[in-house]
């Protein structure tokens, strides 16, 4: 049995690429494959199911029959898809986990999943835009708008979002250490998994004088980026789009 984890692909209709080389991952599934891990930003920006982004109905058909022929499929909210819901993950076969969730992988080792930006705690507007908008009120609040509203408002977030990038100090928005030595020794793990900052790496860590990792999966541009787990390993892979 092997698993994999994919994250940041940022789907949305003016990069078909992508699309095409995630259809050509699921396509060619590792052979013995049985669980496949979407650890958030799915998707460039999700403003409701009821107004999906062109082409994710067909994702979500691809993704069924994969579900369908035995695979189980996991979805992470990210920061730019926590708005994901129920209608859209049962067209795709899939389950919701929770922000942070431990996972034993076949190698043994007991593995913490999350999207990422939650360890970003350097960058204080940001994680006081992320309580805002990961309240329940909020987001029934915005659910609630016409379409042509919700397309508004995110495309102005987008917008502000990328503006305050350029500005900020790029370290501050990187994983702060002290959160991640914390997240990692209250969960009892010796291996992170996350995506979000863009960084594809793996880091060698000490926690609690053991030896622990971090994986960092990257983002889908020119490459795309996966981790296959099998009982011999775990490995962090790219391929050109």
Same mark, same amino acid.
């Given at each position: 049995? #092997?698993?994999?984890?994919? #994250? ?25 494959? =049985? ?8 998707? /460039? ?45 049962? %067209? ?9 969730? %431990?996972? =034993? ?39 609630? %708008? !016409? ?13 502000? #979002? ?59 541009? %020119? ?6 787990? !099998?009982?011999?390993?775990? /490995? ?6």
């Amino acid at each position: 049995m #092997s698993l994999l984890l994919i #994250s940041d692909l940022h789907l949305q209709p003016t990069r078909p690429d992508i699309m095409s080389g995630l259809t050509r991952l699921l396509n060619n599934l590792p052979q013995g494959c =049985r669980q496949l891990y979407i650890l958030g930003d799915l998707f /460039e920006y999700w403003i409701g199911d009821d107004a999906p982004l062109p082409g994710t109905d067909l994702l979500a058909d691809q993704l069924y029959q994969l579900h369908r022929q035995g695979l189980q499929i996991f979805f992470q909210a990210g920061n730019r898809d926590f708005l994901v819901g129920n209608a859209w993950l049962q %067209k795709a076969g899939a389950q919701l986990l929770p922000e942070a969730f %431990k996972l =034993r992988f076949p190698d043994g080792v007991l593995t913490l999943l999350m999207h990422g930006d939650q360890l970003c705690t350097d960058d204080i507007e940001y994680q006081a835009f992320r309580k805002t908008v990961r309240d329940p009120l909020w987001k029934q609040a915005f659910l609630s %708008k !016409t379409i042509q509203e919700r397309i508004a408002i995110a495309e102005n977030l987008r917008a502000e #979002s990328q503006m305050r990038g350029a500005e900020k100090n790029q370290e501050i928005m990187d994983v702060n250490q002290q959160t991640l030595e914390h997240v990692m020794d209250k969960a009892s793990v010796t291996r992170l998994i996350h995506g979000h900052t863009h960084r594809p790496a793996r880091h060698q860590l000490t926690i609690n004088n053991k030896p622990a990792e971090r994986i960092v999966l990257g983002d889908w541009d %020119k490459k795309g980026w996966y981790i296959h787990a !099998t009982p011999e390993g775990t /490995e962090l892979i790219s391929v050109e789009l």
